[in-house]
């Protein structure tokens, strides 16, 4: 006999919470992931690459960026992963040596990083003083 998606969904392990600095972190480095990939074929394009690097390695740097930010979509609970977060900004950011237009990536998903972890933390921290303040009112 099967079971009912109702009796599935009693049976299953609730999931983890995620708070907003974490969520929003999240879809940032996934939208910013297929930019970068996308940056990476253009340094293979342009030929932005300098002398005597083969040039397909702008193809393979733009991938290795992008699987790094959506590796880092994984740790974004931890402290140590929204830095890796602002570490990979950074390196995007020194692409711009290489592309110009670079620069205006860095900046936009730069500036859309910090406001998910800046804005995603306060939010976190004020959700968290509402749980504590409604469990002190429900405890009495």
Same mark, same amino acid.
């Given at each position: 006999m099967t079971d009912t998606p109702e009796e599935k969904a009693q049976d299953a392990a609730p999931r983890r919470r995620r708070g907003a600095e974490e969520s929003l972190g999240q879809i940032v480095l *996934?939208?910013?992931?297929? /930019? %970068?990939?996308?940056?990476?074929? &253009?340094?293979? $394009?342009?030929?932005?690459?300098?002398?005597?690097?083969?040039?397909?390695?702008?193809?393979?740097?733009?991938a290795m960026l992008a699987v790094l930010m959506l590796a880092t979509c994984s740790?974004?609970?931890?402290?140590w992963g929204i830095v890796l977060g602002w570490a990979l900004q950074v390196v995007l950011a020194l692409s711009a040596f290489l *592309?110009?237009?670079?620069? /205006? %990536?860095?900046?936009?998903?730069? &500036?859309?990083? $910090?406001y998910a972890t800046i804005k995603g933390a306060s939010?976190?921290?004020?959700?968290a003083q509402l749980m504590r303040e409604a469990e002190s009112t429900n405890g009495e």
């Open positions: *996934v939208f910013e992931s297929v /930019i %970068v990939f996308l940056a990476g074929l &253009v340094a293979f $394009g342009l030929r932005a690459l300098p002398e005597g690097v083969p040039q397909w390695w702008g193809i393979v740097g733009g740790v974004l609970r931890h402290r *592309v110009l237009a670079n620069l /205006i %990536v860095a900046v936009v998903f730069g &500036v859309m990083w $910090g939010l976190d921290r004020r959700n």
